[in-house]
């Protein structure tokens, strides 16, 4: 043996004693085993404990519901009770969990913007809806428009107020809002799904804002459909009547990448349910979108009619009403609920077990400065 090789090889054996000193280390650490609820094969393992944990969640959320209030800017909204929760949780595989108002009509309201960028994406395809819009969370309110004020701007997504009307503009030479409805009613496997015209007439009324946004589009070219119909469109889908079961069955769809667990039917292609699930992450809560992922994890889109759909992927769809609503018009306590849930049924796309533990920081330093990382 060479002496270059030797010392190779001794540069070896202290290489694995130093990596052995880290395995240690890290074997010695006290880690706590954690038995998923909802376990790898995406199944739910134990309806009644996952309930539970719902049950208990929800208890939690309804204490946030005082902080918040119902949306006033349409009307018809301001009648709603701030007080009622509801949640569907439904695996793709097991049970669904259903508790509280589950079942009660609201309007979809912003939570539609998922439907009309899915139909657009299928319909239209990919380049013609983002040369019309952006991929980029705003940063900004849901019915901001400041950046339709710069030129050569588009609207930073289609999950904003600006971005939808935009898709809208698409949508409106291909397709009628019965078509629409009827694919919502499909999608959501909720045949039950109807206009809420109270809604759409109190919204019509009053929606100077969207208005104004929709004739700046036109402005700048990038509706090029008649304004007032392109509005009616956009302010119809936002106020279809779902409950939170209809938006778990559409969450499951998400999360099953395009396909119907029960029927086997596709109902938008991979690549769609992919950009959408995405954009949720990233731009589903409007100017609370980051903030919410960092707490909860799990792409989402809310309404200011209370709603949130959200998908755990490959795992989950789940549906939430609550119409008392925070300072960024997201359901006060169904956010916390998700933020709950997420944490207890490990559904965070980045789920960690030390994330509640008081001291966590701490120990991680202390042993980072043992194993001479820092
Ligand atoms: N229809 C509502 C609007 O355009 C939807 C807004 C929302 O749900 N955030 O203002």
């Excluded at 039950?192 to 589009?217: P, W």
């Excluded at 938008?268 to 960092?294: E, H, N, P, Q, W």
Aim: hydrophobic share 35%; glycine share 8%.
């Amino acid at each position: 043996m060479t002496d270059s090789m030797n010392n190779e090889n001794k540069e070896i054996d202290q290489q694995q004693e130093a990596n052995g000193a880290i395995h240690k280390k890290l074997a010695e650490r006290k880690t706590v085993h954690i038995e998923p609820v909802i376990d790898r094969h995406y199944q739910l393992r134990e309806t009644s404990k996952a309930k539970e944990i719902i049950q208990k969640a929800m208890d939690l959320a309804r204490e946030e519901i005082p902080k918040g209030a119902v949306a006033t800017y349409i009307p018809e909204l301001g009648k709603m009770d701030p007080h009622q929760l509801g949640i569907c949780l439904y695996p793709l595989k097991g049970d669904k969990i259903c508790l509280g108002d589950y079942e009660t009509r609201f309007t979809m309201q912003s939570v539609s913007k998922v439907i009309m960028l899915i139909v657009a994406l299928e319909v239209c395809g990919l380049k013609s809806v983002f040369r019309k819009v952006g991929m980029e969370p705003s940063g900004e309110a849901f019915d901001s428009l400041v950046e339709l004020d710069v030129n050569d701007s588009k609207p930073y997504n289609p999950l904003i107020n600006s971005g939808a009307l935009a898709v809208c503009g698409l949508l409106l030479p291909e397709v009628s809002f019965q078509d629409m409805l009827r694919y919502t009613r499909n999608v959501c496997s909720d045949q039950g799904i109807e206009l809420n015209e109270a809604v759409f007439d109190s919204e019509m009324k009053t929606c100077s804002r969207n208005r104004s946004i929709a004739y700046l589009l036109q402005s700048k070219g990038i509706i090029t459909t008649d304004v007032e119909d392109t509005l009616r469109f956009y302010t119809k889908m936002c106020s279809m009547d779902v409950t939170a079961e209809s938006l778990a069955n559409l969450g499951k769809k998400l999360a099953n990448d395009g396909v119907c667990v029960e029927d086997g039917k596709r109902y938008m292609s991979s690549r769609t349910a992919r950009i959408v699930k995405t954009l949720m992450l990233t731009c589903g809560m409007y100017d609370g979108s980051g903030s919410f992922a960092i707490k909860v994890g799990i792409p989402t889109k809310s309404g200011v009619g209370g709603g949130l759909l959200s998908v755990s992927d490959k795992r989950a769809g789940i549906g939430v009403f609550g119409p008392a609503l925070d300072a960024q018009g997201n359901s006060i306590a169904g956010c916390k609920l998700l933020r709950e849930i997420s944490n207890e049924l490990r559904l965070n796309l980045f789920y960690d077990p030390e994330w509640n533990k008081e001291d966590a920081g701490d120990t991680v330093l202390r042993e980072m400065q043992a194993n001479s990382v820092l």
